[in-house]
């Protein structure tokens, strides 16, 4: 029977290298897959991992019909054995919905990865409607760490390495730029108390004892 799977994780567990796997073992059997995604690091149109591969994607616009763009891809001659959406907690729960229902109304497999909560630990609307709808929810098992060792659990967005908890909900960074908004993965603990590698670091260089000099 086809399947809604949702891969779910922190940053740097490994979902776009898995959706990559999964496109790379379908097409060696000679199935055809589509790809879609949502503000990619690599540019617009790119299905990217952090290990430098990539490959071409359709670039999801805001109030875009996916079951009907699949099905006007199939009604042209187009074949797609499976579907891919990457950075699925950028689609808003309508798409998530016509993902449904392109398993459900034209039988094809759709496999959807995104990060389940947000730099202040609230659930994308996108995620959210992943989780009450998939058939299948994939908790990957490759463990992102947190700068202490400790297993990653929470995303934070970050400004000159300082973790911040306010802003808009999507703003795309890089997790190689921490002087610029970037996003760092956390545990539970650091996170709560925004204690960031950069910020631990600077703590960590601070005398906790002023110099005394003799007279």
């Not at 029977?1 to 776009?16: A, I, Q, R």
């Not at 898995?18 to 879609?36: D, K, P, T, V």
């Not at 603990?189 to 925004?194: A, L, M």
């Given at each position: ?16 290298t ?19 995604t ?145 996003y ?28 005394v000099?003799?007279?």
């Open positions: 029977m086809p399947e809604l799977v949702f891969f779910s994780g922190t940053m740097d567990c490994g979902k776009s898995l959706a990559l796997q999964i496109e790379h073992n379908r097409s060696a059997r000679g199935l055809a897959g589509m790809i879609f949502r503000d990619d690091r690599a540019g617009e149109g790119k299905l990217s991992s952090r290990l430098g591969l990539v490959t071409d994607a359709v670039e999801v616009e805001d109030g875009q019909d996916l079951y009907a763009y699949v099905v006007d891809h199939l009604s042209q001659g187009g074949r797609a054995d499976y579907v891919i959406a990457d950075e699925a907690q950028f689609l808003v729960p309508e798409q998530i919905d016509q993902l449904a229902r392109v398993v459900d109304d034209l039988g094809i497999d759709v496999y959807a990865f995104g990060i389940t909560t947000d730099f202040r630990s609230k659930l994308f609307p996108g995620s959210q409607r992943l989780v009450e709808l998939a058939d299948r929810v994939e908790v990957l098992q490759v463990e992102a760490l947190c700068w202490c060792g400790a297993r990653a659990t929470h995303n934070a967005r970050t400004i000159g390495g300082e973790m911040v908890v306010e802003g808009a909900q999507v703003v795309v960074g890089d997790v190689n730029q921490p002087e610029d908004i970037g760092e993965v956390l545990c539970r603990r650091h996170h709560r108390r925004r204690m960031t590698s950069a910020t631990t670091r600077a703590a960590a260089l601070s005398p906790d004892v002023l110099p000099s003799s007279a």
